[in-house]
């Protein structure tokens, strides 16, 4: 049983890789299921069993595509558990870094379709880890624990620091990223902290 189970996901990996590479090429519009297949080397007919729909198979190949991003986030918030003070700040400038890093190597090649997606996927992983940063300050003490929804901090950390950071260009962020860190400081109770 176990080994079937490996090589369903053996399979969708496989599906799910070679879709990243035709999504990444041609957008998610000119991308078919067809497409995907062939470049796998079997019928379209098998793409059914592995996935329900083009969607699905475009939700596998985004989360493939972060799986080496989404390495490092998960070290900073496990590093954080016994330094937590500077997690935030590590972890914003690594999604800044690693923005920077995909620009370079992407942004001129791919579809909006698929860069909209990506965009909106790294919001929320951003989301996951930092509510684990903010729940490990609210454990430490380092921020107060109130009557406001960690869940509206959260948000406004992930979307704002996201946007910031996924919507401008590097030059127009690194202007604001002083600003920002002060005013995240604030908002947080963390004081100058950040």
Do not use: C
Not at 27 to 53: H, N
Not at 84 to 97: A, H, S
């Amino acid at each position: 049983m176990v080994k079937n189970e490996e090589r369903t996901e053996a399979k969708k990996a496989e599906i799910a890789a070679a879709a990243l590479e035709l999504f990444f090429e041609r957008g998610y519009d000119g991308t078919s299921i067809r497409m995907i297949q062939r470049k796998v080397g079997k019928e379209a007919g098998l793409f059914y069993y592995y996935f329900d729909s083009k969607d699905a198979v475009f939700e596998a190949a985004i989360d493939l595509f972060f799986v080496s991003y989404e390495k490092p986030m998960k070290e900073i918030v496990e590093n954080g558990k016994s330094n937590p003070e500077p997690e935030l700040t590590k972890f914003i400038d690594y999604i800044d870094k690693a923005a920077q890093e995909f620009r370079a190597q992407y942004l001129k090649k791919l579809h909006w379709s698929v860069l909209s997606a990506i965009r909106e996927h790294t919001m929320l992983v951003m989301k996951k880890y930092i509510r684990q940063i903010l729940d490990n300050y609210l454990e430490k003490g380092i921020i107060a624990k109130t009557d406001l929804s960690t869940d509206v901090a959260v948000n406004l950390l992930a979307f704002g620091v996201g946007g910031s950071i996924l919507y401008q260009s590097g030059e127009e962020y690194r202007l604001q990223r002083e600003d920002l860190k002060r005013l995240i400081a604030l908002l947080s109770g963390v004081g100058d902290e950040l």
